[in-house]
């Protein structure tokens, strides 16, 4: 307390300590993670992951899964014309994809923060802390969701396991992930992208298989096996010495993000004396064509260990029109 005068002026210097509710402004940094997480995605920056307009409206729509009806494509040989003879009408047939809307969220003490805190711009540290973990979330909820969804046996048209032959044909290598494309046929051309367990890549650049693009710094921008790109996540399924990657094509996962009630709010353990940030997501991360089709969700979504359940997925597209194909094999 200080006198001047006959008039007292106090000061609570702890109101003037910075904290992260000072910092963060929740319409701002929720958007801002959102598309720095994008930005940090090797998998949307390939392609393979399209973020689209329909599914973000779709996840603000709410419930727990939303439909995607579709029309599929048109069969049936055509008719040599006559005169004595009318054309026989065909139809077309509809069906529906169905995603799953997941809703997750994450809380973090400022002591977890506290080095992002020292920065110039502490919001813009804190945002891409946070965008940093959710890139790394999504790409693993990916990766579990392609386990439930290839163990579904609907989906045997677009595996290629090569795992239990022997004498060099059980290796990954040219050879054999030519063959892997193959799994589509004349729609192979579709795949463009390899997501690779980092033994796997290690394996083929061993074979000096892999083309590495650099920028005119000398920093690694891309790297590629013939000529698709490589997603290297040590969250690829291996067991055994008995690897799965996965070939991708572009768009063949859809992504919606949606907005949380409430997506950023922080709190203050007084007692702790610490500051807490809690961020929240609601988003749609779909392989295009497999409906998630389960309705014995325990919780409001899914975890990512009932993603993994085969009879949670059913396929809806013909296979050529699934641009994702498994490939199990050994290095």
Avoid at 117 to 128: C, E, H, T, Y
Avoid at 276 to 296: D, E, W
Wanted: hydrophobic share 40%; glycine share 8%; net charge neutral.
């Amino acid at each position: 307390m200080i006198t001047n005068k006959g008039v007292n002026f106090t000061f609570d210097l702890q109101r003037h300590s910075t904290k992260i509710a000072d910092i963060i402004i929740p319409e701002v940094f929720n958007p801002y993670v959102i598309q720095r997480a994008m930005e940090l995605s090797a998998l949307v920056q390939s392609g393979i992951i399209t973020n689209e307009a329909a599914l973000d409206a779709l996840v603000a729509g709410g419930g727990k899964t939303v439909n995607m009806p579709y029309f599929n494509d048109l069969t049936g040989a055509d008719e040599v014309l006559s005169d004595t003879g009318a054309l026989t009408p065909s139809k077309i047939n509809a069906d529906q994809d169905v995603a799953v809307i997941l809703m997750r969220g994450k809380a973090w003490s400022v002591n977890d923060l506290a080095k992002a805190l020292s920065g110039a711009d502490p919001m813009k540290a804190i945002g891409d802390l946070v965008a940093v973990y959710w890139a790394r979330r999504m790409q693993a909820t990916l990766i579990s969701m392609l386990k439930g969804v290839f163990a579904s046996s609907s989906m045997s048209g677009n595996v290629k396991d090569i795992s239990a032959l022997t004498g060099g044909a059980e290796l990954i290598g040219g050879t054999t992930v030519i063959d892997a494309f193959q799994t589509l046929g004349d729609a192979k051309q579709q795949l463009t992208g390899i997501a690779m367990h980092s033994n796997v890549e290690a394996a083929l650049a061993k074979q000096n298989l892999i083309t590495t693009v650099r920028n005119s710094d000398g920093e690694v921008t891309m790297k590629s096996y013939m000529d698709k790109r490589i997603i290297v996540d040590d969250g690829c399924p291996v067991a055994a010495g008995v690897y799965t990657t996965y070939l991708f094509g572009q768009g063949a996962i859809g992504l919606g993000n949606g907005h949380p009630p409430v997506p950023t709010e922080t709190d203050r353990d007084s007692l702790a004396g610490e500051d807490i940030l809690i961020n929240r997501k609601h988003f749609i991360l779909h392989p295009r064509g497999v409906a998630f089709t389960s309705n014995s969700v325990a919780g409001s979504s899914p975890t990512n260990a009932e993603l993994e359940t085969a009879t949670n997925w059913n396929r809806k597209y013909e296979n050529k029109a699934i641009k994702i194909v498994k490939f199990v094999h050994k290095i």
